[in-house]
T-cell receptor, first 114, second 114 residues
Framework: SQQGEEDPQALSIQEGENATMNCSYKTSINNLQWYRQNSGRGLVHLILIRSNEREKHSGRLRVTLDTSKKSSSLLITASRAADTASYFCATDPSPRAAGNKLTFGGGTRVLVKP | GAGVSQSPRYKVAKRGQDVALRCDPISGHVSLFWYQQALGQGPEFLTYFQNEAQLDKSGLPSDRFFAERPEGSVSTLKIQRTQQEDSAVYLC????????????FGSGTRLTVV
């Protein structure tokens, strides 16, 4: 079963626009991570936010975390065609599962049109 | 190597056939994970190794699934008597252990059972 739910399931935007996607989860976490997956490829780690952090930036990415609402958002600013991919949130639970096993959401499929 | 390597990239198996999927993690990575990803879904946890010890196999869907990592490096996921519902992408990921910077995923093996 999947811990998180992502919203929207799919998103289509024009190049240069911002893309925002949300993730909700159910249990307490140590951290939450966002991954990108291009079609037919493996997942690429984008950013990790710890449970005591509220916001984090990495390049054109901005992640927020609200542990009281058990939700996170990923913002991609000034999107490019190359940002077309599926984006997944993944939670690292607390207390720790063996090996900090991640639980993934169902993903948001983002299409950036040139 | 520089990344996590999985082979084969694609596998077509007849129903009832046994298959073996290989994962070469990043050298020195203690933790190794297997995930199963159905089409259009997020990855679902299968099993976890710390070195050669299989510490969590709670995600294996049936006793037809078996994983090993005998020398603490290369891992093999074996599926016996494959069924159509086993069709999915099988992803391997590795990490340094208690590394808080996310996993490194391989490109996956796409298994199609016909």
């Amino acid at each position: 079963s999947q811990q998180g739910e992502e919203d929207p399931q799919a998103l289509s935007i024009q190049e240069g626009e911002n893309a925002t996607m949300n993730c909700s989860y159910k249990t307490s976490i140590n951290n939450l991570q966002w991954y990108r997956q291009n079609s037919g490829r493996g997942l690429v780690h984008l950013i990790l936010i710890r449970s005591n952090e509220r916001e984090k930036h990495s390049g054109r990415l901005r992640v927020t975390l609200d542990t009281s609402k058990k939700s996170s958002s990923l913002l991609i600013t000034a999107s490019r065609a190359a940002d077309t991919a599926s984006y997944f949130c993944a939670t690292d639970p607390s207390p720790r599962a063996a090996g900090n096993k991640l639980t993934f959401g169902g993903g948001t499929r983002v299409l950036v049109k040139p | 190597g520089a990344g996590v390597s999985q082979s084969p990239r694609y596998k077509v198996a007849k129903r009832g056939q046994d298959v073996a999927l290989r994962c070469d993690p990043i050298s020195g990575h203690v933790s190794l994970f297997w995930y199963q990803q159905a089409l259009g879904q997020g990855p679902e946890f299968l099993t976890y190794f710390q070195n050669e010890a299989q510490l969590d196999k709670s995600g294996l869907p049936s006793d037809r699934f078996f994983a090993e990592r005998p020398e603490g490096s290369v891992s093999t996921l074996k599926i016996q008597r494959t069924q159509q519902e086993d069709s999915a992408v099988y992803l391997c990921a590795s990490s340094l252990g208690w590394d808080r910077n996310g996993y490194t995923f391989g490109s996956g093996t796409r298994l199609t059972v016909v």
